[in-house]
């Protein structure tokens, strides 16, 4: 059965500064999903990494995909107060529609 | 485009009502996942559904919850004799397509309180 770790699953930090937020999962899989939730809000698609050594970015925040090491990362720059939220990733699971989803990382940026 | 629509937006329901989630897609997507997701948690798949198909049911309950996705109008995620581990955030998604990248957009959510 997959499955998939992230880590913080809190994170409170200062604007301006860096940081970067960890999934791992726990059997083959060649993509994963990041998104973002605000409380009491729908999910919203960030970014989808479809390839080992795959690396968007979009604005502060990068995310990149080592399907090797069953890791991904999302790298959070210089934040701002706005990136405060929930952000999750997930792995499909036998098929692309099934995605079994991290535990969520709720980042608070104190201005 | 109005995007994934959900109603209601919250739901308070006692112990052995029944609770009666809708959702219409994205226009255009005729894939609907229907998720769960608890407080603190991720979300946890549900149903699969094309118009007037069930593809894939795995991940519901096989007691008290159904859910249909009729040739017209809304998916309907039915819960029947409601207890208070149901209180949840019910989250419905749509796609265009599975394959290939299969990006989900989400609806806002349907909050289910159980008394």
């Known amino acids: 059965e997959l499955k998939v770790e992230q880590n913080p699953l809190f994170l409170s930090m200062q604007e301006g500064k860096n940081y970067t937020i960890y999934c791992n999962y726990s059997t083959t899989s060649d993509r994963l999903y990041w998104y973002r939730q605000d409380p009491g809000k729908s999910l919203e698609s960030l970014f989808v990494l479809l390839s080992n050594g795959a690396v968007k970015q979009e604005g502060r925040l990068m995310a990149s995909l080592d399907t090797k090491a069953r890791l991904s990362t999302l790298h959070i720059t210089a934040a701002v107060h706005d990136l405060s939220a929930t952000y999750f990733c997930?792995?499909?699971?036998?098929?692309?529609?099934?995605?079994?989803w991290g535990a969520g990382t709720k980042l608070i940026i104190k201005p | 485009n109005a995007g994934v629509m959900q109603n209601p937006r919250h739901l308070v329901r006692r112990r052995g009502q029944e609770a009666r989630l809708r959702c219409s897609p994205m226009k255009g997507h005729s894939h609907v996942y229907w998720y769960r997701q608890l407080p603190e948690e991720g979300l946890k798949f549900m149903v699969y559904l094309q118009k007037e198909n069930i593809i894939d049911e795995s991940g519901m309950p096989k007691e008290r919850f159904s859910a249909e996705f009729p040739k017209e109008g809304p998916s309907i995620l039915r819960i029947q004799q409601v207890v208070r581990g149901d209180s949840a955030a019910y989250f419905c998604a749509s796609s265009l397509r599975v394959s290939g990248a299969n990006v989900l957009t989400f609806g806002a959510g349907s909050r289910l309180t159980v008394l």
């Open positions: 997930a792995v499909p699971y036998r098929y692309n529609y099934q995605l079994i």
